[in-house]
Structure formats: C-alpha cells, structure tokens
C-alpha cells in the first residue's frame, strides 16, 4: 500500500475554504469531482454532481456575511475532517453555525462531502 501525502490531501480542501471565504465560484469548482455527492451528514443528498453543487453554492454566495473558520482540521488516510465555525446572512439576520466537515478526496478532487450543524 502506498503513502499519502497529507498535504496534498489537505490541498483541496484549503484552496476551496479560500474560494468559499472569497466567494469565487470559479476558484471553488475545480476541486470538486464531477460526480461529486454532497450529503448532509450521515445520508441526505444535498447536491449530486458538480453541477447541482455550483448551483447550491452560487446561492450561497450571494450571502455578503459569509464566512469559514478553521477550528480543528484532522487529516486521516484521504479523508479531511474539519471543525468550523461559519458567518451566514439568514433571513432573521447576521449569525454563525458550527459545522463540521468530511471531505473524501481522490486524485486531487472531492469525491464525497458531508457536513453536519452542530
């Protein structure tokens, strides 16, 4: 069995925390697979594919209050899992949520995504 590089597994992950922080729906894409699976965590479907997730993140963008903190990032095999806590603009106004994120990444992509609130 061959090693993995953590930081080349954790690169992805970084750069799309970037371009989510930036809301640069450009610079987000790349790192998500085309067949990508975006789940709330444990098993419900949020987005198949990359194009259903550039959809739901186009929305989200549009959010002028929107940010990503690292809390805790843990790198395991080719699985990331992050702590966060993030700024949103909901309808009721300026507030944040703790999220935590599991990104499985192969050949330099997400291949699934879950998230679950705190």
């Known amino acids: 069995m061959g090693t993995i590089d953590r930081a080349e597994i954790e690169l992805p992950v970084q750069r799309q925390l970037?371009?989510?922080?930036?809301?640069?729906?450009?610079?987000?894409?790349p790192?998500?697979?085309?067949?990508?699976?975006?789940?709330?965590?444990?098993s419900t479907l949020l987005a198949g594919g990359a194009v259903e997730i550039r959809e739901r993140h186009i929305e989200r963008f549009?959010?002028?209050d929107l940010h990503?903190?690292?809390l805790t990032r843990i790198v395991v095999g080719n699985?990331?899992?992050?702590?966060?806590?993030?700024?949103?603009?909901?309808p009721?106004?300026?507030?944040?949520?703790?999220?935590?994120?599991?990104?499985e990444v192969e050949?330099?992509?997400?291949?699934?995504?879950e998230q679950r609130h705190l």
Not at 79 to 90: K, L, N
Not at 107 to 113: D, H
């Open 62 to 64: 549009k959010e002028p």
């Open 92 to 103: 009721e106004g300026k507030g944040e949520v703790d999220v935590v994120c599991i990104y």
């Open 31 to 42: 790192w998500w697979a085309d067949d990508c699976q975006y789940y709330a965590f444990p």
């Open 107 to 113: 050949n330099g992509k997400f291949k699934i995504s």
């Open 79 to 90: 699985v990331v899992i992050d702590h966060e806590t993030v700024a949103r603009t909901f």
């Open 68 to 70: 990503g903190t690292v």
């Open 18 to 29: 970037e371009a989510y922080n930036a809301r640069d729906i450009e610079a987000f894409m």
